[in-house]
């Protein structure tokens, strides 16, 4: 037998007959399947399992609410608890503007901001970059102005004036961390010139074949530009994301990485130890300058509450005698009370910045409430002068009739500085500088365009028209006597020639037509958005087509539909022209607003200055609008009934020419104001068109003093009115009032010794001349 016949046998041996196996494999296979559905009927979820598990994820739910409680809690600032208080009624009282400011040629003055020219966004950026403008054009200051370098901003730094480093605190006790930055120098011109065309040569230069450019660059005047010192972001993470914005509306956001309280820090500490830098540059200066002590920095004017702390900083430099001889005094500039006085830094923020925590905890807990430091207040007492971007807020305050949100927190500051006046109210003015200008404008030069300087000098020879009350800044009175003009002996010396050359130059582009030489110009420059008025454009042109008046539309798309403006055009082709491109622009919008006879401003927007009626002013164009917004004071109505009230002596009556003759006008109307209402509309166009015939077009003479009395108007909303009167005027009396409380300490005996060394040169310099 084989070994497979005996493995069979045994298979098949008789303990398990075939019939009990076949039994058996049934009984198991029944076994297994109801076991099997045993356990599948088990598996099915009854009411206990979910209510476990609704337990379960409300437990889950519990822990998490809280966590997130606690962390919330344990980040959320303490109430701050102010006791309110009643304060003395102070009579406030103005600077004397009958007195010309006695301030120093050539102070210098650093505005610290962090809006300024390219970067602007609200009333605080326009107010800095018109004071500066007009400061610098007066003279009687240099101008600079310290700001953080945004990313868009980058391209427009042209060098690196500086790189310096500051210190904080770490996260260890008594560490100490390097932030190192980068201060940029721009040049910002607000008339920047006209350059030619580029033109570039290859030259070798280190034996490198380079291109080079060889068109002479025209510079600004000096009267023109300012210096712009940019701060940069830190070497060091998160400060190397300070300043991160694609656009100007970008600039006021919050980083994801870095707090906005680190950022103000940082640029306030930043921007003091480059202002220390400059008020103790002594190796900068000439060999051949005055013997006298010349200061780099006399002022720091600080605007806005994020950056009041500059003034902490530059205490502490002048404790430690880091200022030089004859350190900067301090203006503090409020420009938006409500939100200045609720800017507050937690004390972790502040402490992370300061050099000598320890004696600081006690000088600055006086600022310090729920744990929250208030830089308003803390500005306040370390400035020398305070001022307010508003003069009749200002004279509410400290006379009592002005309730401020959380006033507590300065009023006690305010009012000693008021008492010791040195707390003054100096309002926002119109900005003619960082926009094209008649009077200065190359663009106008290279066409032999300009407005000429004996109008302007003739202007202001004339008593100003603006209102005496500061709680009206913006309103021009109209005096009981009347205005006298002697006009020009020369052709190029009147106005209005000047406005016929850009009409024909404008005809040549195909602008205007020929016709236009003999009826009105009327202009709208602006956006084309819904808010400015746009709907009214239909029936407008109708009116000017039937007045036999040219409508020039200029600006840029900016939502209103395009196609209305477009259809508006082809259905008067002969009276009606669009311009939109943003090249076009550039290129015709000077020469639009200076042959412009009338502005037509259908809707300003109440909350800004209504810049298109301003700027149509001072090009001489009279405004038709609805004078709404806060130009309307300055907008003097046409009187329905007396009109051409103007007197003219010709030297020679046989021959009535303009040239040399007197004028005398009672007239003072520099506007065509209209209701909402369809017939105020026609009766407004319907006037200027008959003015524009009867007493402007048939005499030479009437047109210029009409010209002239736009342009009287315009002169009279600036920063800098003329006669040491406006804004800027009134700055330099706070300067020399600032530079009296001073404290310039004594002169140690090595600075003594350089001065004698410093005198000898100069003798030795001399002497070698001679």
Not at 31 to 40: E, T
Not at 94 to 109: A, M, P, W
Not at 243 to 262: A, N
Not at 524 to 550: C, I, P, Q, T
Request: include cysteine; charge should be positive; proline fraction near 6%.
């Amino acid at each position: 037998m084989t070994e497979s016949e005996d493995l069979a046998s045994t298979d098949d041996s008789p303990l398990i007959s075939p019939v009990q196996r076949s039994v058996m494999s049934s009984f198991i296979s029944t076994f297994i399947n109801k076991s099997s559905a045993h356990m599948k009927k088990d598996r099915k979820w009854r009411w206990w399992n979910f209510l476990s598990l609704f337990v379960l994820l409300l437990i889950l739910f519990e822990l998490i609410m809280l966590c997130t409680s606690y962390t919330l809690l344990h980040d959320e600032r303490p109430l701050v608890t102010i006791v309110k208080r009643q304060y003395p009624i102070i009579k406030y009282t103005h600077l004397d503007t009958d007195v010309q400011s006695k301030i120093e040629k050539g102070t210098r003055v650093y505005h610290v901001t962090k809006e300024f020219g390219p970067a602007v966004t609200s009333d605080l950026g326009r107010y800095v970059t018109g004071l500066a403008a007009a400061q610098q054009a007066s003279g009687s200051t240099k101008v600079a102005i310290v700001m953080p370098m945004y990313s868009f901003m980058r391209k427009l730094a042209t060098k690196i004036e500086l790189e310096m480093a500051i210190e904080m605190r770490g996260g260890r006790p008594g560490q100490t961390i390097i932030l190192e930055f980068r201060v940029f120098k721009m040049v910002h011109a607000f008339n920047p010139p006209v350059q030619a065309p580029s033109k570039y040569e290859w030259q070798m230069i280190n034996n490198v074949n380079t291109s080079v450019l060889i068109t002479p660059q025209r510079l600004p005047a000096p009267t023109d530009a300012v210096p712009v010192y940019m701060i940069s972001p830190a070497n060091k993470r998160p400060f190397t994301q300070a300043f991160k914005s694609r656009t100007p509306e970008e600039i006021h956001d919050e980083s994801p990485v870095l707090p906005k309280e680190w950022r103000d820090q940082y640029f306030a500490k930043a921007a003091a130890a480059f202002l220390a830098h400059k008020a103790t540059a002594s190796d900068e200066e000439s060999i051949f300058a005055p013997i006298r002590v010349v200061p780099r920095v006399d002022i720091v004017h600080i605007h806005g509450v994020s950056n009041a702390y500059v003034a902490k900083f530059l205490q502490d430099k002048k404790e430690a005698d880091d200022l030089g001889p004859r350190p900067p005094a301090i203006i503090y500039t409020m420009h938006d009370h409500q939100d200045e006085l609720k800017y507050a830094n937690s004390f972790r923020s502040v402490r992370k910045f300061l050099d000598h925590p320890a004696v600081d905890r006690e000088k600055l807990h006086k600022y310090t409430y729920g744990g929250r430091m208030f830089m308003s207040k803390f500005a306040v007492d370390r400035a020398d002068a305070v001022t307010f971007a508003n003069h009749a807020l200002a004279a509410e305050v400290v006379e009592g009739r002005k309730d401020l949100y959380l006033k507590e927190l300065v009023m006690d500051s305010l009012l000693r500085k008021a008492q010791g006046s040195r707390f003054y109210g100096i309002n926002q003015a119109v900005d003619y500088y960082s926009t094209e200008h008649p009077f200065i404008s190359d663009k106008l030069v290279n066409k032999s365009m300009l407005y000429p300087h004996y109008a302007l000098d003739m202007i202001h020879d004339q008593p100003l028209l603006h209102s005496t009350d500061p709680s009206h800044p913006l309103a021009l009175i109209v005096p009981n006597i009347p205005t006298y003009w002697t006009l020009p002996d020369q052709t190029k010396d009147f106005v209005h020639v000047a406005k016929d050359k850009a009409k024909r130059f404008l005809i040549k582009r195909r602008i205007l037509r020929n016709a236009d030489m003999k009826r009105p110009v009327v202009l709208f420059h602006g956006k084309f958005v819904y808010d400015a008025g746009l709907e009214s454009f239909e029936r407008a042109a109708k009116l000017f087509v039937e007045n036999n008046m040219r409508f020039i539309i200029l600006g840029t798309r900016k939502g209103y539909p395009f196609e209305r403006l477009e259809a508006i055009q082809k259905r008067y082709p002969e009276h009606v022209h669009v311009i939109s491109l943003a090249k076009d622009e550039r290129r015709f919008g000077i020469y639009c607003r200076a042959a412009a006879d009338f502005v037509y401003v259908p809707s300003p927007d109440p909350n800004d200055l209504a810049l298109q009626a301003a700027e149509g002013l001072v090009f001489g164009s009279a405004v038709i609008s609805t004078g709404a917004g806060r130009m309307r004071e300055a907008l003097i109505d046409r009187p329905t009934e007396q009109r051409g009230n103007v007197k003219v002596i010709y030297p020679d009556p046989t021959k009535q020419t303009e040239k040399g003759a007197t004028l005398t006008s009672y007239e003072y109307y520099n506007a065509y104001l209209y209701s909402d209402q369809e017939a105020s509309l026609a009766a407004a166009i319907s006037d200027a068109a008959a003015d524009y015939q009867h007493f402007i077009r048939n005499n030479k003479a009437l047109r210029e003093e009409f010209i002239l009395r736009m342009i009287r108007g315009a002169i009279s909303l600036s920063w800098d009115k003329g006669h040491y009167q406006g804004p800027v005027h009134e700055y330099n009396q706070v300067y020399e009032l600032a530079l009296k409380d001073r404290f310039i300490p004594k002169m140690r005996i090595h600075e003594v010794e350089q001065e004698n060394e410093l005198v000898s040169r100069l003798k030795n310099a001399q002497s070698q001349l001679m």
